[in-house]
C-alpha cells in the first residue's frame, strides 16, 4: 500500500466539512462563550413583551439579559423551560422529522438550555442541554444530559494498540483515517520521520475540531438516550434508545445516515458515514469506517472496523480489520492485523491467543479472504497473509508458524504420522481453488453488489497480478522437491508452517496453480485483443513486445509466455473458453456436493432445497460463462486472417489508456 498518511492528514484538516463546520461554530461561538450571531444575521435581545409571554408559559431564566432571539422568534413554541448563562433561540417555524413518517411542531418545551445557540426549526422536548450548538431542523427528545467542554476533541487523537496489546503498533485517530492510512502506520515502526510528521499533523488537527461546546447538526435527531457527552453528531445522524456516547465524531449525512440505537454504547470512538451500532453493541476507543457496523451484544475495543464490515455477538480487541470482514456470532478475534478483509469468523473461532503467560503481545496476520471455521483455535504469533483465501477448516488447533500456500485448506490430522507432532494439521495447497471455486467466484460478486461506500476503492477481482505472483512462488516451492515422498513437512518445502503436505496434494496443487493462472493471464490477453480491436491497434506483436507503460497486461503476458509459451491469439481465447467452462462446470460439482451430502442425511432434503443447477450462483456462473464464449467468437471473427510479416510493433490499448 502506497497511501500518503501525512498527505491525507493535511487534506482532512483542510478539506473536512467536519473540521470547517467546528471552525465556524467556534467562531460564532466567540472569546466568551457563546455570540449573538445567527446563521449569519445578528440575534437581538428579547423585548419585554416576549418575556412576558415566555413567563407566562412557564418558562424562567437566570438571567432574561442573556437570552436573545433570531429573526422571526415566536415565543409561543416556548413552553416551560429554563434558560441559564447565553442562550440564542431561533425562529421555530417548520415541523421537525424524527421519523420519516413522523414529525412534531418546532420549539422547546419541558427543558433546561444552559449556554446553547438552538437553531431555526429545531426541536428541544424533555431534555437537559449544556454548552451544545444546535443546528436548524435538529431533534433532541427525551435526552438526560447533553452537554460538552471545555475543550473536548470528539474523540480524535485516541491512541489504540493496533495488533500488539501492550503496545508497538499504536495509531492514534482521527475522523477521517481509512483502513490503507492504519495499515502504513501499523507497518511504518522504523520510519521515525514519518511518524513524527503524522503526529504533528494530527495535533495541529486536533487543535482545529477542540471546542469548549458540543454540535448537533441540521436533520440529526437525538432521543430516548441518557447521556450524551462531548460529542460531534453529524447531519442526518440519529442516537436513539442508547446507553451511552461520550467523546465521540459522528459523521454522517443526508445519504449516509449514521445510527446509533437499542442500548448502544459508544465512547471515545470515531464514527464514518453510514456505519452502525446497535442491539447493546459496545463500541469503545475505536474508529468504524463507512457502512461498518457492530450490533447483538458485540464488543469492539480499540479496534478499527473497514467499510462494510460486520460484528455481532463476538468480541474485537486490537485489531485492524479491512473490508467485508463477516463476523455475526460468538467468535473472539484479538490483535489481528488484517487489512485486506473480505473473510469470515465462524461461531466459536478463537483467533485469539496473544498471550504466553507472560504479556499479551503476541499478534496474527490473516490473509486477504481468511475463512475462520466453527471451533478453531489459532495460535499466536501467526503470519498467513500470503495464504490469502485459504480455509481453516472446524475444529482445528493451529500452532504458532509463518504459512505461505494461498487457496489452502487447513484440517485436522487425518491419521497419525510417524516422525510428525501429533498437533500438526494437514494442509492441502490450491483446495479452495480445486474443490471450492464456488466460494471463490461468489465473494467476487457478492462483495460487489453488497458494497454500500462511496468513499474507499476496492478490488473485488481474486485473480490479480499480487495473488498471481503468490501463487507462482507457492508452485515454485511445491516443484522443487528433488526427492519425492509420501509426506513433507517445512523442513522440504518452506511455507508449509506446522502442517504436514502429502504427496498427492502437493502434485494437485501444482496442476491446480498452473490452471489458474493460465487463466488470470487469458483474461488479460481477452480484454487487451478487445480494446485492439477497438481502436484498431496491432496486434502482430502483442505477445511478444514488451509494454512499460501497461504493467498489468506487462504481468498478463510474461505470464502467457511462462506458462503458455507457443500460443497465439486465437488459440489462446480459444483455450480461455475451455477454462472458463471448466470452472463453471467445477462451481456446480462443488455445489452439487453439498446436494449428495445433504440427501444422504436428511430425508426430505431434496424437497425442500433446490439443486445445484437451479442455485443462483451457479445459474450466474454459467449466464457468464456462455456470455464470454459469445464475446471470444465475435473477437475471433474480427481477428485478421494473418498478420503481415512487416508488420510494425504497436502499443497495447492498455497503453494508451
Known amino acids: 500500500m502506497t497511501v500518503d498518511v501525512v498527505a491525507a492528514l ?13 471552525q465556524q461554530a467556534k467562531a460564532a461561538w466567540g472569546r466568551r462563550g457563546i455570540s449573538a450571531a445567527h446563521d449569519g444575521a445578528k440575534a437581538k435581545p428579547l423585548t419585554a413583551a416576549q418575556i412576558t409571554q415566555l413567563k407566562r408559559q412557564g418558562n424562567c431564566a437566570e438571567s432574561w ?10 415565543p409561543t413554541r416556548v413552553w416551560h423551560s429554563t434558560f441559564y448563562g447565553t442562550v440564542v433561540l431561533g425562529a421555530f417555524r417548520q415541523p421537525v422529522a424524527l421519523e420519516p413518517s413522523l414529525t412534531f411542531s418546532s420549539g422547546i ?9 438552538v437553531g431555526d426549526h429545531a426541536l428541544i422536548r424533555d431534555s437537559h442541554v449544556a454548552r451544545t450548538v444546535v443546528k436548524s431542523g435538529a431533534a433532541i427528545v427525551n435526552v438526560g444530559i447533553l452537554a460538552s467542554g471545555p475543550k473536548t476533541a470528539f474523540g480524535n487523537g485516541t491512541e489504540i494498540p493496533i495488533a500488539i496489546e501492550t503496545g508497538g503498533r499504536d495509531i492514534a485517530l482521527y475522523a477521517e483515517l481509512t483502513v490503507d492510512g492504519a495499515w502504513v502506520l501499523s507497518r511504518s515502526r522504523a520510519n521515525k520521520a514519518l511518524l513524527a510528521q503524522y503526529a504533528d499533523g494530527l495535533e495541529a488537527y486536533r487543535q482545529l475540531v477542540t471546542a ?9 435527531v437525538i432521543r430516548n438516550t441518557p447521556t450524551v457527552v462531548n460529542v460531534y453528531v453529524g447531519e442526518r445522524a440519529v442516537i436513539d434508545g442508547a446507553q451511552l456516547v461520550q467523546q465521540a465524531t459522528i459523521l454522517s449525512s443526508a445519504e449516509e445516515a449514521t445510527e446509533i440505537t437499542s442500548g448502544a454504547i459508544v465512547k471515545s470512538s470515531l464514527l464514518q458515514w453510514g456505519s452502525e451500532v446497535a442491539s447493546h453493541g459496545l463500541v469503545d476507543s475505536s474508529l468504524l469506517t463507512e457502512h461498518s457496523h457492530v450490533e447483538r ?51 466459536g473461532a478463537n483467533v485469539g491467543s496473544n498471550h504466553t503467560a507472560k504479556a499479551p503481545d503476541q499478534e496474527i496476520w490473516p490473509g486477504e479472504g481468511a475463512f475462520f471455521g466453527l471451533g478453531v483455535n489459532i495460535k499466536f504469533p501467526a503470519d498467513y497473509s500470503k495464504s490469502p483465501y485459504t480455509i481453516f477448516a472446524s475444529g482445528v488447533n493451529c500452532l504458532p508458524q509463518r504459512m505461505a500456500f494461498p487457496f489452502s485448506l487447513v484440517n485436522g490430522p487425518a491419521v497419525r504420522l510417524e516422525g510428525i507432532s501429533p498437533a500438526y494439521n494437514e494442509i492441502i495447497p490450491a483446495w479452495v481453488l480445486s474443490d471450492n471455486i464456488y466460494m471463490v467466484t461468489r465473494n467476487e460478486g457478492k462483495y460487489q453488489k453488497r458494497n454500500k461506500a462511496r468513499r474507499s476503492q476496492f478490488v473485488f477481482e481474486v485473480f490479480r497480478p499480487e495473488i498471481a505472483d503468490l501463487m507462482v512462488d507457492a508452485r515454485r516451492r511445491l516443484q522443487g522437491v528433488k526427492a519425492p515422498k509420501e509426506v513433507y513437512t517445512a523442513k522440504e518445502i518452506e511455507g508449509l508452517g506446522k502442517n504436514y503436505l502429502t504427496e498427492s496434494s502437493r502434485v494437485k496443487a501444482i496442476e491446480t496453480y498452473t490452471f489458474y493462472l493460465k487463466y488470470y493471464a487469458l483474461l488479460g490477453l481477452k480484454r487487451e485483443v478487445a480494446e485492439l480491436i477497438k481502436e484498431k491497434g496491432a496486434l502482430a506483436t502483442l505477445l511478444t513486445a514488451p509494454c512499460a507503460e501497461c504493467p498489468r497486461w506487462e504481468h498478463e503476458r510474461q505470464t ?21 467452462t471448466k470452472i463453471a462446470k467445477d462451481v456446480q460439482v462443488s455445489k452439487e456436493k453439498d446436494d449428495r451430502r445433504g440427501e444422504e442425511t436428511i430425508e426430505d432434503y431434496a424437497e425442500a432445497h433446490a439443486p445445484a443447477k437451479e442455485d443462483g450462483f451457479v445459474k450466474e456462473t454459467w449466464a457468464k460463462t456462455q456470455q464470454l464464449q459469445r464475446e471470444v467468437e465475435t473477437l475471433l471473427a474480427a481477428l485478421p486472417k494473418r498478420a503481415p510479416a512487416t508488420e510494425k510493433a504497436g502499443k497495447p490499448a492498455s497503453a494508451a489508456r
Do not use: M
Open 10 to 22: 493535511r487534506r482532512a484538516a483542510k478539506e473536512s466539512p467536519f473540521v470547517r463546520s467546528v
Open 65 to 74: 439579559k442573556t437570552v436573545w432571539a433570531a429573526k422571526g422568534f415566536d
Open 109 to 117: 418545551s419541558r427543558s433546561r438550555l444552559e449556554d446553547c445557540h
Open 212 to 220: 469548549d461546546f458540543g454540535i448537533v447538526e441540521g436533520g440529526a
Open 297 to 347: 451484544h458485540g464488543l469492539v475495543t480499540g479496534s478499527i472496523l473497514g467499510p462494510n464490515t460486520g460484528v455481532a455477538e463476538g468480541e474485537v480487541t486490537a485489531s485492524l480489520l479491512g473490508p467485508f470482514v463477516g463476523f455475526h456470532h460468538q467468535a473472539l478475534l484479538i490483535a489481528a492485523l488484517w487489512p485486506e478483509g473480505k473473510g469470515n469468523v465462524g461461531y
Open 560 to 580: 502467457l509466455r511462462r506458462e503458455l509459451p507457443d500460443l497465439d491469439v486465437a488459440q489462446g481465447l480459444t483455450l480461455l473458453v475451455e477454462l472458463q
